[in-house]
């Protein structure tokens, strides 16, 4: 995954909600498995494998994140062991096409989840964090981009 990606996923758990972390992790999951399809395509089998590991790594986050006093946990964790048994199956065969049966599973799941994260009102799960807005101005010669953290001073250690 490229480092930009990375930081964008970094703020967006920064700002999450508890439901919206689980869209988040399906998005890492998502981006992985582009970054490895685009390993392979190039020849890289070592960071196919890797993007992949790493794929696996958050499906067994959601997994272990199941709670199951509810019945669809059970549901959804037969969901998540088929897509994982998928993708090893395509790491180990360096078959790509089973990772549009992941893809297109991951997918209907961050949907479902993205309209339950719209409802959530909870707020962050992650307090004192930053808050960041951005603009941008038009110099003599330039774009400046402007941050502007509000909370600033509400950061940091406080005794």
């Not at 999450?16 to 972390?21: K, P």
């Not at 964790?77 to 199956?89: A, E, F, V």
């Amino acid at each position: 995954m490229e480092k930009e990606k990375m930081q964008e996923f970094t703020f967006r758990v920064t700002q999450a909600s508890r439901s919206e972390l689980i869209v988040i992790m399906y998005d890492i999951i998502l981006a992985d498995t582009e970054s490895a399809r685009k390993a392979l395509e190039q020849g890289d089998v070592s960071a196919y494998e890797h993007e992949l590991k790493h794929a696996g790594r958050f499906l067994n986050e959601l997994m272990g994140a199941l709670d199951y006093q509810y019945e669809i946990s059970y549901e959804l964790l037969s969901l998540y062991s088929y897509i994982n048994k998928t993708m090893i199956r395509a790491r180990m065969r360096r078959e790509v096409q089973l990772l549009d049966v992941t893809d297109a599973m991951i997918g209907k799941l961050r949907e479902a989840f993205r309209e339950v994260s719209a409802q959530d009102t909870s707020g962050p799960v992650m307090r004192n964090t930053e808050q960041v807005y951005a603009g941008l101005t038009y110099g003599r010669n330039s774009l400046n981009e402007s941050l502007y953290d509000p909370n600033a001073a509400n950061r940091g250690f406080m005794a």
